[in-house]
């Protein structure tokens, strides 16, 4: 027993107390507004997260992994992946990818990891994920490098595609 008349057997009842009057709180606002929408779907519909998702994933893998041996069909596939603004964006830039490549014999692999929906409304979505990032010169490891990036998305034609990446 403590000075001020507590005990410790009171502690585990008031947070069961706490806990109860929250959900109370929460029922109580779902069932005084049950038609309220949600705008932001990420956690709420899991068949539309886990599609885009997979999305991004294949579309980071498809931006940032190349063989200088294969740089024509890996540039193409990539493309298959891009949004049109990105696409354009891209476009000027891919000579100089595939001319630095074949110079270089540089090769990379991606990992995507920890990739997980930041916002997701019809047809758009946001995410955040961890990617690495392995090249090879020449057939020897070169470099390895992890980095978050902030990677948007948008349905085109029933199916997701990047239309932006940024690196934070």
Do not use: H
């Amino acid at each position: 027993t403590r000075k001020d008349g507590w005990t410790s057997s009171y502690r585990p009842a008031i947070v069961v107390g706490a806990i109860a009057l929250l959900l109370v709180a929460f029922a109580t606002v779902a069932a005084i507004a049950p038609g309220t929408s949600v705008d932001n779907m990420a956690w709420v519909d899991q068949g539309a997260t886990t599609e885009v998702t997979n999305a991004a994933t294949e579309g980071l893998t498809a931006l940032y992994e190349y063989n200088w041996e294969t740089i024509d069909e890996d540039l193409e596939n990539a493309r298959n992946y891009m949004g049109p603004e990105l696409l354009e964006e891209t476009d000027q830039f891919l000579d100089a990818i595939k001319s630095g490549a074949e110079q270089t014999q540089t090769a990379t692999e991606v990992d995507v990891m920890d990739m997980g929906p930041i916002r997701l409304e019809s047809g758009r979505a946001e995410l955040l994920a961890n990617i690495n990032v392995s090249s090879t010169r020449a057939g020897v490891a070169y470099d390895s490098v992890m980095f978050p990036i902030v990677v948007n998305m948008e349905k085109v034609d029933d199916r997701w595609v990047v239309t932006a990446t940024e690196l934070k």
